[in-house]
């Protein structure tokens, strides 16, 4: 006789219950205080056992072990006394395994697809982002040993998606056991809801608990989903006490996303966050060569000063550098007679009047910074911020500049605006762009153009 947990066994307890006090085995209070609590968990021929919900109701009920035997004995004559074990619910229950989940009925719970040629070597490294690179190869060298969570944070475009994806690639390659699980949040919303309709929720929580490597991406969109958190919430805490790895990207620090609960902030702060920043000139150069070369193209087939007019005013993210690439090559195919060689004067007419336009009218420093971030694709808060990386030290320099130059502005007074910064480092700042812009070309005319959006 083999039996599985359904109301068989409240309506067997119940009889073993009534026999027990019929009989005058147990005392009535002590059989509805304690016993009451407790039920049949699992029974066969050879033994059964019994689950209460504290250590004292266990000490009592296993008291009675032979008792319970003898009325089941009685109740379902048996050939033999079953032997009975009283066990406490909680930790036993957690010592059972989950019944593995048939093949067939997990399609609807299937991470998200990994794309192969995201990976640690082709992702370029720059002080924007060597420390989240660090990091992550680290996860990935010994997943649930260090920082767990790993939390990227950064702007659309900067390489969030590819560590994720990197990570994967990568423990997957080293370890083909380990099962590894990649999901937007949006996406892992939907398979809540779906599973929800379909009353699978539960088979939806064991499959992602039984993850190696969980890997989500653009976590700020969970915001608001309260059904979601609590599921999430639930995988998340099973995974972290197995010691399986988290990894988790988002556009903003976890203490800067508004609709998340508390709770998940607390659990995400208490890994690592690392930030990415958009790329300095060296390794947006880096990263454009990197995307010309990966689709057939040559490097020495391109004007050099081209190279680093693009690099230079699209490195705000790295879809803007490829965005770029893909108009110069349109452009090229088109309008360029000699296609062999692209030349600097192609790729300046293609990419005209392609970066942000600024407000024209009442002009203030505030404006200045924003018309320099989004032409350099940085945020206000890196323009005025202490990051000292070059892209973004430069548009800060310029920034300064343009202040002084079209406000008139005491150099205290710019200093304010630009995070309480003294006037000697601000008389610097503006040294420093007045002697680049005598000595390289095109920082000139970056300035030059600049200059001109904000004047007009």
Not at 433 to 452: C, P, T
Request: proline share 3%; glycine share 4%.
């Amino acid at each position: 006789m083999s039996l599985n947990r359904d109301s068989y066994y409240t309506a067997l307890w119940s009889q073993v219950l009534d026999y027990m006090r019929d009989n005058g085995h147990i005392e009535p209070n002590i059989l509805e205080t304690f016993f009451r609590k407790s039920w049949i968990y699992s029974l066969n021929d050879e033994q059964g056992t019994v689950l209460t919900d504290s250590v004292i109701t266990q000490q009592i009920v296993m008291r009675s072990a032979k008792l319970i035997s003898d009325a089941l004995t009685d109740i379902l004559d048996l050939q033999k006394p079953v032997e009975i074990t009283v066990e406490l619910e909680d930790r036993y229950l957690q010592k059972q395994p989950e019944p593995a989940l048939d093949p067939e009925d997990i399609d609807d719970f299937r991470s998200m697809p990994v794309q192969t040629d995201r990976t640690f070597d082709n992702f370029v490294v720059g002080d924007c982002n060597r420390e989240s690179q660090t990091a992550a190869l680290a996860c990935a060298y010994n997943p649930g040993s260090y920082f767990n969570p790993l939390f990227i944070y950064g702007n659309s475009g900067l390489g969030k998606t590819h560590l994720l994806m990197a990570i994967a690639n990568f423990v997957m390659k080293t370890d083909a056991s380990k099962k590894v699980y990649y999901i937007e949040s949006l996406k892992f919303v939907e398979k809540v809801y779906k599973a929800i309709q379909k009353n699978r929720i539960d088979d939806f929580k064991q499959y992602l608990c039984s993850m190696d490597l969980l890997l989500i991406d653009d976590i700020q969109f969970l915001a608001g989903k309260e059904k979601s958190h609590e599921i999430f919430f639930s995988i998340y805490n099973e995974l972290i006490n197995n010691h399986k790895q988290i990894c988790i990207a988002s556009d903003r620090q976890p203490k800067e996303i508004k609709g998340l609960e508390d709770r998940l902030i607390s659990r995400f702060s208490s890994g690592l966050s690392v930030g990415i920043d958009s790329p300095e000139f060296e390794t947006a150069l880096a990263i454009l060569k990197m995307k010309i070369e990966n689709n057939g193209n040559d490097i020495e087939e391109v004007e050099e000063a081209g190279l680093t007019y693009i690099a230079s005013n699209f490195a705000g993210n790295i879809r803007d550098l490829e965005g770029a690439w893909n108009r110069v090559l349109f452009y090229t195919i088109m309008f360029q007679e000699d296609k062999s060689y692209i030349k600097f004067d192609t790729i300046i007419k293609a990419l005209k009047n392609q970066t942000p336009a600024v407000e024209k009218d009442g002009l203030t420093s505030s404006k200045i910074i924003k018309c320099v971030a989004d032409y350099y694709g940085l945020t206000r808060n890196q323009i005025i911020g202490k990051t000292r990386t070059k892209n973004i030290a430069n548009a800060r320099h310029i920034s300064i500049y343009l202040c002084r130059k079209l406000l008139d502005l005491p150099y205290i007074k710019i200093g304010e605006e630009f995070g309480g910064r003294d006037h000697s480092t601000i008389i610097s700042s503006c040294t420093k762009v007045q002697k680049d812009i005598e000595k390289d070309r095109f920082f000139a005319e970056a300035v030059s153009e600049l200059e001109k959006r904000l004047s007009s």
